[in-house]
């Protein structure tokens, strides 16, 4: 089912359904390891689908892994069975290797694993949007250079950066192109490096490569997500908006209303309960609690979404994921926002 995305946008606030970036934790339900799940479309496909089948979340989230785009590009991964996999090591030192550097073509390591999962699960998922999942140009770029290089270099080298940010920029164009032509409804696009980035500096090496991406792609029946879980979040909001995103999702380091209230209302801004503290840590009666008073917090603001955090980890306890939509069902059912 193709959907109109800015409709679906729109009925979020009379839907109340929360929109947590869940996926990994759906190993557990299915018995398998993190490493199977990065490494097989069929167990990713399923593992989408199981979440659907447990939960009435907005929409089905993809797999958020965010080491397939560096691994394409030539990074080494380190992945073990019960972690995410991550990057290690360096794959370009200065200007001159990021020019020479080859952008990969869409399908490369595993991206094309990840393409069909999607598209796979779009397939199969009928009753709600699938989104998903990206890195963001700066957050890539952090990872081919090293992420503290990255920072440093914004100030240090910025030819260097800004040459490192036109290739992850390329092929982040065409993943993005990837997953609309297979027929999802979004992405939800990461860029938690450049929220450690001062306000200015963010505005030169991650707000125009960002827009650049969103303008390729985003239309009525295609949005993105853009996420942030960065700590210098509260200051860039401005910038945020003019990304154009069609909406925004924020981490735990930031006190949500504050964004609801620095951020224009007619675009959802969803979060961000504690993925460590509260999904995998916790009690289900603790959860039960922190999102009852996040959605007391929000009240009045209709373009508040429920979400988690971040990406809901794969340790994560399914009785806190339970009680995290039992106090939103709760809550939507005694009117509140």
Request: hydrophobic share 45%; with cysteine; charged share 20%.
């Amino acid at each position: 089912m193709k959907y109109n995305m800015n409709e679906w946008l729109s009925s979020l606030s009379e839907s109340r359904k929360p929109l947590p970036l869940l996926s990994f934790p759906s190993a557990q339900l299915l018995g398998a390891s993190v490493y199977d799940f990065t490494h097989n479309a069929a167990l990713q496909t399923e593992g989408i689908l199981r979440v659907a089948q447990r939960t009435d979340a907005a929409a089905a989230v993809c797999m958020m892994d965010l080491s397939v785009e560096a691994e394409a590009f030539g990074c080494e991964i380190k992945a073990t069975e019960d972690e995410v996999p991550t990057v290690i090591g360096v794959l370009i030192s200065d200007e001159d290797e990021a020019e020479a550097l080859t952008v990969p073509a869409v399908g490369d390591g595993r991206t094309g694993l990840y393409i069909e999962a999607a598209r796979n699960a779009k397939s199969a998922i009928a009753d709600r949007p699938v989104l998903a999942g990206i890195i963001g140009p700066f957050s890539l770029a952090g990872r081919l250079m090293d992420v503290s290089e990255a920072l440093v270099n914004c100030i240090a080298d910025e030819d260097f950066v800004h040459a490192a940010l036109r290739k992850t920029t390329a092929f982040l164009k065409a993943y993005a192109q990837a997953y609309k032509d297979a027929g999802v409804d979004g992405i939800v696009m990461a860029e938690p490096l450049s929220g450690l980035l001062s306000p200015a500096l963010e505005a030169e090496f991650s707000a125009p490569y960002v827009k650049e991406i969103i303008d390729a792609v985003q239309d009525d029946s295609f949005i993105v997500v853009y996420h942030n879980c960065g700590p210098n979040t509260p200051l860039m909001t401005e910038s945020f908006y003019q990304n154009g995103a069609a909406a925004y999702h924020f981490g735990d380091a930031v006190d949500l209303k504050t964004m609801l209230e620095k951020m224009p209302a007619d675009r959802p801004v969803c979060g961000n309960i504690s993925p460590v503290d509260h999904f995998a840590g916790g009690t289900p009666e603790e959860m039960y609690a922190a999102v009852t008073a996040l959605i007391a917090a929000c009240d009045g603001h209709p373009n508040f979404v429920l979400s988690s955090g971040c990406d809901i980890p794969p340790t994560a306890k399914w009785d806190n994921i339970d009680a995290f939509f039992k106090a939103a069902r709760d809550a939507a059912e005694g009117g509140k926002v």
